[in-house]
């Protein structure tokens, strides 16, 4: 089918996703990304442009943040994302985000708009539970430490993609990915021990839109995440929230057409976080 109105150049999002990607396996090979996966890539990308969410972690294989800052530059030479982007290495991690709505999506947590943690670690006698405001205190420092990262990042680069690398000390990068991915609620955990959430039902959260800029049809995955069943009643309001203000984003935006947000309930022999 042909794309929509302002279509990007299919192959070169391919190409420019591919190029990214780091050596496979085999000496001097390299694994070949599937062209769909390519395209969701540039999707999601195309998602935090659009300001649907503040941020993505980049999971297509072993790109670093400086192959991710020039594959930035070829979206952007190919019209999809205009505005400043920024690549953060944190902890091996890399997100995609755009400096304004990731820092304000840290002022909001840290000021009167707290994303609510859930303690998740294991041995936990009656499962999950939602932190009290003491125990949430140390992950305020750290997100307060990832603001001025952010900051000072912004100030000290001007070209359209910049990239800055943050050491995350004892940070639970779980927990701090999560505040920064826009998730209304956030698992926390201590560090290196396990969850407690196998065989626990969990509400799965996904939000999907079609975006005909890329293919008419093509469909990008623009949020998922869980909160365990049992808690949803306490935090009804902050989900609430988020479905408005997810809603109130796509209104204002052209890329993305057809939003669905839906949720399901699964229990997992194992939960990777």
Known sequence: MAAGPGALPVPLLVAAAREALGPGSGPGRRRRLPAARALHAAGEVLAVAAGLKPALLWDCGAAGPAELRRYLGRLREAGLA??????????????????????GRLRAVL???????VEVSA??????????????RPVLGHLAALLGHLRDAEAAGSEPVTASEVAPGDWNLCTVAGVLLGYPAVYTFAEGAENCLALTPLRVFTARA??????????????????????CPELRDVLDAWCRELKEAFSAQTDFVDLCISSEVVSLPAVAL
């Open 123 to 136: 041995g936990r006698p009656r499962g999950p539970a939602l932190c009290a405001p003491a125990e949430a």
């Open 82 to 103: 205009p505005g400043r982007l920024h690549v953060l290495g944190m902890g091996g991690s890399a997100l995609v985000l755009r400096p304004g709505p990731a820092r």
């Open 210 to 231: 079609s975006c005909p800029r890329i293919k008419d049809g093509f469909r990008v995955q623009i949020y998922s995440f869980s909160v365990p069943e049992s808690l």
């Open 111 to 117: 000021g009167s708009r707290p994303a609510p943690l």
